[in-house]
């Protein structure tokens, strides 16, 4: 059964500090997304890879964040210092987009199960 | 910029009863439409799609209809059950090439026996 596998869970940190979140995901997709999940703001995407290079980092907050994929097996979210209202469920999602014919694209994306971050 | 707006709700009702969550969007090229069910404490799972206009999506007894007249994709299901309750959000992908979903802020569906 294929998933989409975030560590951690859960994750509480005080203001400051350096917070990491990882992502694995199904083996062979080659699109992965991360999408920020808070109350106010609903679901908003992140950030994007392709082939593990970036497409699109353009709702990530610049100077705090970055977001990396070092093999094709591994997604990584950094908040770096993290402040409280980064305070939110981050999930990665990842997909498979073959070509970019609209007929031909297979752009399901299947979720992981999230990490809850609280910054204090 | 692209934009999905759904009732947010809660929305409650009884075991067996008919279900319609109404969602409407906003693109400037032709979208790919979906929903997802998110169940308490998991992840998002996607529900059904559609990727052209008058295509019906159907998952499970839910269906959905994407009309480009009335730029809606709205969520029906015959009779809800108790196993149903979870938060049901719509969202669509921008047929011009990006490939991040727009979401739409999620409706809590609430069954009661």
């Known amino acids: 059964d294929a998933r989409v596998t975030q560590t951690p869970r859960h994750k509480v940190t005080e203001m400051g500090q350096e917070v990491t979140m990882r992502c694995q995901p199904i083996?062979?997709?080659?699109?992965v997304f991360w999408y920020r999940q808070t109350m106010m703001q609903g679901l908003e995407l992140l950030a994007y890879?392709?082939?593990?290079?970036?497409?699109?980092d353009s709702g990530m907050p610049k100077d705090r964040f970055s977001a990396e994929m070092p093999d094709a097996t591994l997604a990584t979210l950094k908040i770096q210092p993290s402040e409280p209202r980064d305070s939110a469920v981050y999930f990665c999602?990842?997909?498979?987009?073959?070509?970019?014919?609209?007929?031909?694209?297979?752009?399901?994306?299947?979720f992981g199960a999230g990490t809850r971050l609280s910054v204090l | 910029g692209d934009s999905v707006t759904q009732m947010e709700g809660p929305v409650t009702l009884s075991e067996e009863a008919f279900l319609t969550i109404n969602c409407t969007y906003t693109?400037?090229?032709?979208?790919?439409l979906f929903w997802y069910v998110q169940y308490p404490g998991e992840g998002l799972q996607l529900l059904l799609k559609a990727t052209k206009a008058d295509d019906k999506g159907s998952n499970k007894g839910f269906e959905a209809t994407y009309r480009k007249e009335t730029t809606s994709f709205h969520l029906e299901k015959g009779s809800v059950q108790v196993s149903d309750s979870a938060v049901y959000f719509c969202?669509?992908?921008?047929?011009?090439?990006?490939?991040?979903?727009?979401f739409g802020k999620g409706t809590h569906l609430i069954i009661q026996p």
């Open positions: 890879f392709r082939n593990r290079a970036p497409l699109d």
């Open positions: 999602a990842s997909g498979c987009r073959r070509d970019r014919v609209k007929w031909l694209a297979k752009n399901i994306q299947y």
């Open positions: 083996l062979g997709h080659n699109t």
């Open positions: 969202a669509l992908e921008d047929g011009g090439g990006a490939d991040g979903l727009t």
């Open positions: 693109a400037t090229g032709y979208p790919s």
